[in-house]
C-alpha cells in the first residue's frame, strides 16, 4: 500500500525536523508555511512547497498542522480558504499545535460539518525529540482514526496513545505542560541553591541525575543550565501561553492547582522581564534575579 499523501502546515523549530521525518520515512509531504526559507528547506529534504493552505490540502488524505497557539489553528482551518473549506472529504485532520481542550473539541465538530476527521495530537519532547523522532504523541479522537494514524505518528515519536475522545490529547498536554514547567523550575532553584552553596555544579547534577531527583527534563537541560545556553528549543513566550491552557482548563473542570498557579505566575514574570524569546530553561534567569545573582 502507498503512503499517504501528507500535507503539513507549520514548519517551526518543531514542524520542520517532524516533516523531514515523514519524508525520510518515504511519506509524500506538501507543506505550507509563512516563512519562505523554511519552504526552501522542506523542498531541500525532498518535499513539495505549497503557496497556500488551499494548495497543500487539494490532494492530500492526512492533514497535520503544527502551529504555535489557538488562534493560529482556528485561522488555517477557518474561511473560504482553511483546511476545513479545502479538504476533501473524509480527509484525516491531525492537530499537532498545543491549543486549549475547548478548542480542540470545537475543531472536531466544526470539521464534521464538512466530512473532515479529526485528531488533536499534541506532543512533548521538545526540538531534540521531533528531531531525533522521539517525541511522545497523546491523541484523542475516534479510536479508529488514531488506529489509521498510528503508523504515520510512530514516525514521529516513540510513545503515542490514544488517551480518549476530542480534547483529551490536549487535557494531557496541559498536565504535561504543568509538570515540565516545575520540573524546570525546581531545577533552576536547585542550581541556583548549590551555586550560592560553592558546590561543584556539574558533579552535583552528575549525582541528582543518577538518584531520585533523575528526569527528562534535567537531563535534557543540563546543558542549558551548566552553560547558560538558552538558544531555544522552546520558548518561555509558548510555555507562559501553556500555562494559561493549563490554569483555563483546570478553572473550568474545578481542579485546584497551588503549584501550577505559582509557576504560571513565575513563568510570566520571566515573560515580562523580557526572555520570552528564550528557552523555557531561562526561568533560571528569574531565580537568578530573585537570588541577586547577575545573570
Not at 475543531?107 to 528531531?131: Q, T
Not at 484523542?140 to 510513545?159: C, H, K, V
Not at 485546584?256 to 526561568?283: E, M, N, S, Y
Request: contains cysteine; charged residues 15%.
Amino acid at each position: 500500500m502507498p503512503l499517504p499523501h501528507v500535507a503539513w502546515i507549520g514548519l517551526g523549530i518543531m514542524g520542520s525536523p517532524m516533516a523531514e521525518n515523514l519524508l525520510k520515512a518515504g511519506y509524500p509531504v506538501t507543506g505550507y508555511t509563512l516563512e519562505p526559507h523554511k519552504l526552501d528547506r522542506l523542498a531541500a529534504a525532498g518535499g513539495t512547497p505549497a503557496a497556500s493552505v488551499r494548495e497543500a490540502v487539494a490532494d492530500a488524505a492526512v492533514v497535520v498542522t503544527m502551529l504555535p497557539a489557538d488562534p493560529q489553528v482556528t485561522a488555517v482551518t477557518s474561511g473560504d480558504d482553511g483546511i476545513l473549506a479545502r479538504a476533501r472529504p473524509g480527509t484525516l485532520l491531525v492537530d499537532m499545535s498545543t491549543v486549549g481542550p475547548r478548542t480542540a473539541t470545537g475543531l472536531a465538530a466544526r470539521a464534521a460539518a464538512h466530512g473532515v476527521r479529526v485528531l488533536d495530537a499534541p506532543v512533548s519532547g521538545g526540538e531534540a525529540g521531533a528531531v531525533e523522532g522521539t517525541l511522545s504523541v497523546m491523541a484523542g479522537g475516534d479510536r479508529a482514526d488514531f488506529d489509521e494514524a498510528a503508523p504515520l505518528l510512530r514516525t514521529l515519536g516513540t510513545t503515542v496513545v490514544h488517551c480518549g475522545p476530542h480534547g483529551a490529547g490536549q487535557t494531557v498536554k496541559a498536565a504535561n505542560q504543568l509538570i515540565v514547567a516545575a520540573n524546570i523550575q525546581a531545577c533552576a532553584e536547585a542550581v541556583v541553591f548549590l551555586e550560592k552553596s560553592g558546590v561543584d555544579l556539574a558533579a552535583a547534577l552528575d549525582v541528582l541525575g543518577g538518584g531520585l531527583a533523575a528526569s527528562a527534563v534535567l537531563t535534557r537541560k543540563r546543558h542549558n543550565l551548566l552553560a547558560r545556553d538558552f538558544t531555544p528549543g522552546f520558548r518561555i513566550d509558548l510555555h507562559h501561553k501553556d500555562m494559561g491552557i493549563v490554569t483555563t482548563a483546570a478553572r473550568e473542570v474545578g481542579a485546584v492547582l497551588p503549584l501550577g498557579d505559582l509557576v504560571a505566575t513565575l513563568v510570566a514574570a520571566v515573560r515580562a522581564q523580557g526572555d520570552g524569546g528564550l528557552d523555557h530553561a531561562a526561568l533560571l534567569r528569574g531565580v537568578e534575579r530573585l537570588s541577586g545573582v547577575a545573570s
